[in-house]
């Protein structure tokens, strides 16, 4: 008699149960935070107590879900119990878990980077954000990714304050096999960035990615720098940049919000991608990010980071990021 395999099976199922598997664990933290609320909930045939309403509201607030939107989700559920639809534990969840994604489904929206049209320009995009939240290695991680699909990618390095930045792109463009257009540190990144825009156009490139610096104290100079960066390239192309993308620390939380606004005052952003997920207990704020204020609430979510691998850096979809912050067990 053979032993049952438990191991890795072979068939092909086994990958996305693994990449599924990889976000999970990701998600740990702020799974472990939200299980505090719903260890009630998943005892299944178990007649829904008003307790555990409270200790998932409690949970949703810990992770930096935000007000609004625990408390449109609370009011909901605790509606719906009251007209006795929701029969027992495992229905709660399941309207729980229906509700979550809902709430996401406004920053639902894919970047879309394709091979450059006969006579179109390249496309520009823009890595704006404070310093550390993971710009330049979100931006190495991209030039892996489109290169793998066939495409010329170039990086403009553009982070002029700190010679290691320039350095730290540069790195990323050897390994991937990516050219890199920078200047000594200290030099001025507009003009970075335009030198690296007429390049990329005099070369065919089909995506060009933009690293700028962060630096959050100088306030001031940091909004007026990436100000300028944008007027100098739409000298060159009154189109670009066609994306500026705001990278977050998933970290901060709540914090988050007042990142978007502020950064969005000096260039509106298009896009965000969310880092450090697996650092935190408070990756709940993609649920504050998809509620903000009317102007700010459908910028989508592109990417999230849940680990310092290249595969961590995800494309972001609602539904199994949901399930990986509800389900407590490992069965898919
Ligand atoms: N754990 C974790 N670390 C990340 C993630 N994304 C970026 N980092 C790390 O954050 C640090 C700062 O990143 P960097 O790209 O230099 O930030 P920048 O200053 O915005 O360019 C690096 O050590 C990255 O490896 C993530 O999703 N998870
Ligand atoms: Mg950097």
């Known amino acids: 008699m053979t032993e049952p395999n438990n191991q890795t099976p072979a068939s092909e199922s086994a990958e ?29 045939e178990k007649e829904i107590n008003e307790g555990a309403l409270e200790d998932l509201e409690a949970a949703l607030l810990m992770t930096d879900v935000g007000m609004e939107t625990t408390q449109a ?57 404070v310093n550390g939240v993971g710009k330049t290695t979100t931006i190495g991680k991209l030039a892996k990714r489109y290169k793998n699909k066939g495409l010329n990618v170039m990086l403009a390095a553009g982070d002029t304050f700190r010679a290691a930045a320039v350095e730290q792109l540069q790195a ?22 335009f030198d690296a825009v007429q390049s990329a156009q005099a070369k065919g490139v ?57 950064f969005n005052e000096a260039v509106p952003i298009t896009g965000l991608v969310v880092t450090k997920l697996d650092g935190t207990a408070k990756a709940g704020v993609l649920f504050a990010l998809a509620s903000q204020s009317a102007e700010l609430k459908d910028i989508p979510i592109y990417f999230i980071g849940v680990g310092e691998g290249i595969e961590d850096l995800r494309v972001f979809e609602p539904e199994p990021f949901v399930a990986a912050l509800l389900q407590t067990t490992e069965a898919v």
């Open 16 to 44: 996305p149960k693994g990449f599924f598997g990889k976000l999970r664990s990701g998600l740990s933290k702020t799974r472990a935070q939200l299980a505090t609320g719903l260890g009630n909930l998943i005892l299944g």
């Open 172 to 193: 990323w463009g050897q390994r991937e096999d990516v050219p890199v257009v920078a200047q000594a540190q200290g030099s001025d990144s507009a003009s970075v960035a």
């Open 73 to 129: 989700i609370i009011s909901d559920l605790t509606a719906r119990a009251g007209r006795r639809e929701l029969a027992n534990m495992t229905a709660l969840y399941e309207a729980l878990n229906e509700l979550l994604v809902k709430r996401l489904a406004n920053v639902v929206k894919p970047l879309v980077i394709e091979p450059r049209q006969p006579e179109a320009m390249p496309k520009v995009v823009f890595f704006v954000g």
């Open 206 to 262: 089909d995506v060009l990615l933009v690293d700028t610096a962060g630096r959050l104290q100088a306030k001031a100079q940091l909004m007026d720098e990436l100000a300028k960066i944008q007027r100098v390239v739409k000298r060159l192309d009154p189109d670009a940049p066609h994306e500026v993308i705001l990278v977050l620390d998933g970290g901060v939380g709540q914090n988050a919000l007042s990142q978007v606004k502020l």
